[in-house]
């Protein structure tokens, strides 16, 4: 009884609906061009509950776009992925009928490879297929707590090794399946390793999640790259779970907002003969800890 009003006063400037139980909510009654103080601190504790939040209908310019982000802090320019001209914080993310590869296109989080990785990334919907190119999310620290305690004091004390090779190194770019598109072999950075604990501890919640992203794992640190798929590969598997996921159907001006230090997502590639185009901004994060 006390939980179900506190739910209802729990918010006074915007409405949110959870789209699963998992994670994910969906929030209305607000124009993300125009946010006040006290509607920001609104959006950000749903942000923090939901761990990846939604609105409809919305009219985003890279401006206004950036400057929403910059409410939540400074902004990350991708170290590989080429900007707009102008806007070299923003970037597009399009696929045309005649790309086979779909950036996204697998469970991660973002710039898992960075010392630094996002903290969130916001993704406004341009121009989005009539169905298809969903992106669906897991929650992670339903995946850690989903773990028996045996398996937690295991995980616990492990260090992962994250590189930015498998996403856009040569090969990559070799074989196409890097998602730096206009990336040639010769331009493909020198691989870069980064470690991050296994279980990091959110900054803003306190909270354990998995720190997971098979896109970017490398391995386990002190193993064998074998001995550590049987236990990275395992968790993946265990936090795709339907019952910690989430699925967002896009349409035209959509926004999704997710959590990087929580969640993982994945752009589910079903739409063949459409045209999809993104717009990305990207939030700095902190060393994961
Ligand atoms: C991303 C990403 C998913 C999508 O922008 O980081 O993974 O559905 N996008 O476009
Ligand atoms: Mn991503």
């Known amino acids: 009884m006390l939980a179900a009003m506190q739910t ?27 946010v006040d103080q006290e509607t920001y601190a609104e959006i950000h504790k749903a942000f923090l509950a939901h761990n990846v939040i939604f609105f409809r209908d919305q009219e985003l310019t890279p401006e206004t776009q950036m400057a929403f982000g910059r409410l939540f802090g400074p902004l990350n320019r991708h170290s590989y992925v080429k900007g707009m001209d102008d806007y070299p914080d923003v970037f ?27 903290l969130g990334t ?25 773990l028996s305690e045996g398996m937690k004091r295991m995980v616990d004390e492990l260090q992962v090794v994250f590189t930015n090779a498998n996403t856009y190194g040569k090969d990559a770019q070799r074989f196409k399946t890097g998602i730096a598109k206009d990336m040639t072999v010769e331009q493909a950075p020198t691989e870069k390793e980064v470690i991050h604990p296994l279980v990091r501890t959110h900054p803003e919640t306190g909270r354990k999640a998995l720190y997971l992203s098979t896109t970017h794992f490398s391995r386990i640190d002190g193993m064998t790259k074998p001995e550590s798929r049987i236990i990275l590969d395992q968790l993946a598997k265990h936090a795709i779970q339907p019952d910690y996921t989430c699925r967002f159907k896009w349409r035209n001006n959509s926004v999704a907002m997710w959590d990087n230090r929580c969640t993982m997502h994945y752009a589910v590639n ?9 717009q990305r901004v990207t939030l700095q994060g902190d060393k994961p800890f």
């Open 8 to 34: 209802v006063d729990e918010y006074s400037r915007i409405s949110v609906e959870p789209l699963a139980g998992a994670l994910g909510a969906e929030i209305s009654g607000v124009d993300l061009t125009n």
């Open 92 to 118: 597009r993310i399009v696929k045309e009928p005649t790309d086979a590869h779909h950036f996204g296109n697998a469970w991660h989080t973002d710039l898992a490879y960075e010392e630094q990785p996002a």
């Open 122 to 146: 916001i993704l406004y919907g341009l121009e989005v297929p009539k169905a298809g190119g969903d992106t669906m999310f897991a929650n992670l620290y339903a995946a850690y707590d989903g």
């Open 270 to 278: 079903d739409f063949p003969e459409a045209r999809r185009i993104m």
